[in-house]
């Protein structure tokens, strides 16, 4: 931790005596603490908080807007429904810019300490934070975000654009730093690499492995940034940019349930509170006759016997007036229990986004191959087994123009990952979600969220620049590549 300088009240101030040779200063440190902060000490915190808000968004805004499950019973504005406030991304917003911070700190000690390992690290994790965050409102206080220090309390908007830019820049710079050879000296819930001696390798795989995700975000860029030459020279090069592999190499957080590594939902119970499955989400993994189904979701009951009824999920934004025979299928609570893992990159994510590479003749390889691999190891990754005859169902069978069929089975594995969910919707209009009556903002999908209230108020000046070179402040106005 920072030196902190504790400023005396006016009336302790006159109740103390100082003497003429010692300064305020020397009286106000705190002794008991750090003055310096240490770089194997800020990595745990900033993982598990930023996987916690990650896992956090996943359920209280993803589920939602992505028609994963909804409120329910709910005819009133809901998530579900498309309706969001400016206070939508409060928190989101705020953890992480609180986290980014530790990030600065991390970045500042590593560099301090001549740890590259860390400085890498630290470049990594910024950019993973970073992108969730431009991804979810567009521009924003990037370059001179964090630089209280520095005296800089109104910080300016970036554009996307340049925010991409610096930080496919700083991985590539990261991915040069890493010395694999070494361990870290402090824990990593991430990789063990104070440990494991391929814990330094899987960050390095996680760096390369992000590269792709924030390449694969921005392709329809390709000009403006170089997208296509920069994902072929990380395809191309496998030593020098080696990504992940399989299910255990994937960046993730195993909670245990022991203190310090509690799951973010302190109550089970309060994750299935007053909402049932999405409809959407249940038939699709069902004409998938997917393995995952009872790890996912509760049966559906008959409100007068409580008989199990099979998987029925509640339409996504039902119309006004709907009346339901059953009592909806609901999340499983085991997703909230420890043990419990929290998905930060999964390896078939990686491996659906090569499919699409190849898919559309970016990279060599059978978009085919990649697709079942990622299908097998989305169900895998749950500890689920894959049936032996499953890609013999046609609605999983990949075949020429399978395009829908890569992006449906991405929407699967992206389940609990953030905003991953809403950000591929928003990149390529899949998978195709239905109207089911009731959606507000015209059933059109948000594609941001507002800046929150106290960024508007507090840092105006820059605010409105910001709102002025995006094109304006609400849900509809879409960021940069996805115009």
């Given at each position: 931790?920072?030196?902190?300088?504790?400023?005396?009240s006016?009336?302790a101030l006159v109740g103390s005596t100082?003497?003429c040779?010692?300064s305020?200063?020397?009286?106000?440190k705190?002794?008991?603490?750090?003055n310096?902060?240490?770089?194997?000490a800020?990595?745990?915190?900033?993982?598990y908080?930023?996987?916690?808000?990650?896992?956090n968004?996943?359920n209280?805004?993803?589920f939602?807007?992505?028609?994963v499950?909804?409120?329910?019973?709910n005819?009133?504005?809901?998530l579900?429904?498309y309706?969001?406030?400016?206070k939508?991304?409060?928190?989101f917003?705020d953890?992480s810019?609180?986290?980014?911070k530790q990030?600065d700190?991390l970045?500042k000690?590593a560099?301090?300490?001549g740890?590259?390992?860390?400085?890498?690290i630290?470049?990594?994790?910024?950019?993973?934070?970073?992108?969730?965050l431009?991804?979810?409102y567009g521009d924003v206080?990037f370059?001179?975000a964090?630089?209280l220090?520095?005296?800089?309390?109104y910080?300016?908007?970036?554009?996307?654009?340049d925010i991409?830019?610096?930080?496919l820049?700083d991985l590539?710079?990261a991915?040069?730093?890493?010395?694999t050879?070494k361990t870290?000296?402090g824990?990593?819930?991430f990789?063990?690499?104070?440990?494991d001696?391929?814990?330094?390798?899987?960050?390095?795989k996680f760096c390369?492995a992000?590269?792709?995700?924030?390449?694969?975000?921005i392709?329809?860029k390709?000009?403006?940034v170089?997208v296509?030459?920069?994902?072929?020279?990380?395809i191309?090069?496998p030593?020098?940019?080696?990504?992940?592999?399989?299910?255990?190499?994937?960046?993730k957080v195993d909670?245990?349930g022991?203190?310090?590594?509690?799951?973010?939902?302190?109550?089970p119970?309060?994750f299935?509170?007053?909402?049932?499955?999405?409809?959407?989400?249940?038939?699709?993994?069902?004409a998938?006759?997917?393995?995952?189904?009872?790890?996912?979701f509760?049966?559906?009951?008959?409100?007068?016997?409580?008989?199990?009824l099979g998987?029925?999920?509640?339409p996504?934004?039902y119309?006004?007036?709907?009346?339901?025979?059953?009592?909806?299928?609901?999340l499983?609570q085991n997703?909230?229990?420890?043990?419990?893992?929290?998905?930060?990159?999964?390896?078939?994510?990686?491996q659906?986004?090569?499919?699409?590479?190849?898919?559309?003749?970016?990279?060599?390889?059978?978009?085919k191959?990649?697709?079942?691999?990622?299908v097998k190891a989305?169900i895998?990754?749950?500890?689920?087994?894959?049936p032996?005859?499953?890609f013999?169902?046609?609605?999983v069978?990949?075949?020429?123009?399978d395009?829908?069929?890569?992006?449906l089975?991405?929407?699967v594995?992206?389940f609990f990952?953030?905003?991953?969910?809403?950000?591929?919707?928003r990149?390529?209009?899949?998978?195709?979600?239905p109207n089911n009556?009731g959606?507000l903002?015209?059933?059109?999908?948000?594609?941001?969220?507002?800046y929150?209230?106290?960024?508007?108020?507090l840092?105006k000046?820059?605010?409105?620049?910001?709102v002025q070179q995006?094109g304006g402040d609400?849900?509809n106005?879409?960021?940069w590549?996805s115009?």
């Amino acid at each position: 931790m920072k030196k902190l300088i504790y400023i005396c009240s006016f009336l302790a101030l006159v109740g103390s005596t100082v003497s003429c040779d010692r300064s305020l200063d020397e009286i106000n440190k705190d002794t008991s603490r750090i003055n310096v902060p240490v770089a194997s000490a800020l990595l745990v915190p900033i993982q598990y908080n930023m996987a916690a808000v990650g896992y956090n968004r996943a359920n209280d805004f993803t589920f939602d807007i992505m028609q994963v499950s909804l409120d329910f019973p709910n005819e009133g504005n809901s998530l579900s429904r498309y309706y969001l406030t400016e206070k939508t991304g409060n928190g989101f917003w705020d953890n992480s810019y609180r986290w980014l911070k530790q990030v600065d700190d991390l970045k500042k000690a590593a560099m301090s300490e001549g740890d590259k390992n860390y400085q890498a690290i630290s470049m990594v994790l910024n950019a993973w934070i970073y992108s969730n965050l431009t991804d979810t409102y567009g521009d924003v206080p990037f370059s001179e975000a964090s630089q209280l220090d520095d005296k800089i309390m109104y910080p300016k908007f970036d554009r996307q654009k340049d925010i991409y830019i610096k930080l496919l820049d700083d991985l590539k710079a990261a991915n040069a730093l890493f010395i694999t050879n070494k361990t870290l000296s402090g824990g990593d819930l991430f990789f063990k690499a104070d440990s494991d001696p391929n814990g330094i390798i899987g960050w390095k795989k996680f760096c390369n492995a992000l590269s792709l995700r924030l390449l694969m975000r921005i392709l329809n860029k390709d000009g403006e940034v170089n997208v296509r030459e920069r994902i072929q020279e990380i395809i191309n090069n496998p030593t020098t940019y080696p990504i992940f592999q399989n299910n255990a190499e994937g960046a993730k957080v195993d909670l245990t349930g022991i203190f310090p590594l509690m799951p973010p939902i302190a109550r089970p119970q309060d994750f299935t509170t007053g909402r049932a499955a999405s409809e959407f989400f249940v038939e699709t993994l069902k004409a998938n006759n997917d393995p995952r189904m009872a790890l996912f979701f509760s049966q559906a009951k008959d409100p007068k016997t409580n008989a199990n009824l099979g998987y029925l999920g509640a339409p996504s934004g039902y119309a006004q007036g709907t009346v339901f025979t059953y009592q909806p299928s609901n999340l499983n609570q085991n997703l909230a229990k420890a043990p419990l893992k929290i998905l930060v990159y999964p390896y078939a994510e990686l491996q659906f986004t090569l499919a699409e590479l190849a898919f559309k003749g970016i990279i060599q390889g059978s978009a085919k191959t990649f697709y079942e691999n990622g299908v097998k190891a989305a169900i895998e990754q749950w500890g689920a087994v894959v049936p032996a005859n499953y890609f013999d169902n046609p609605v999983v069978a990949f075949g020429t123009g399978d395009m829908k069929k890569i992006m449906l089975q991405k929407y699967v594995v992206l389940f609990f990952v953030d905003h991953q969910q809403w950000f591929e919707k928003r990149r390529t209009g899949l998978p195709v979600l239905p109207n089911n009556g009731g959606l507000l903002n015209g059933g059109n999908l948000p594609q941001r969220l507002m800046y929150p209230p106290n960024t508007r108020v507090l840092n105006k000046e820059n605010y409105q620049a910001a709102v002025q070179q995006m094109g304006g402040d609400d849900i509809n106005v879409k960021v940069w590549w996805s115009k």
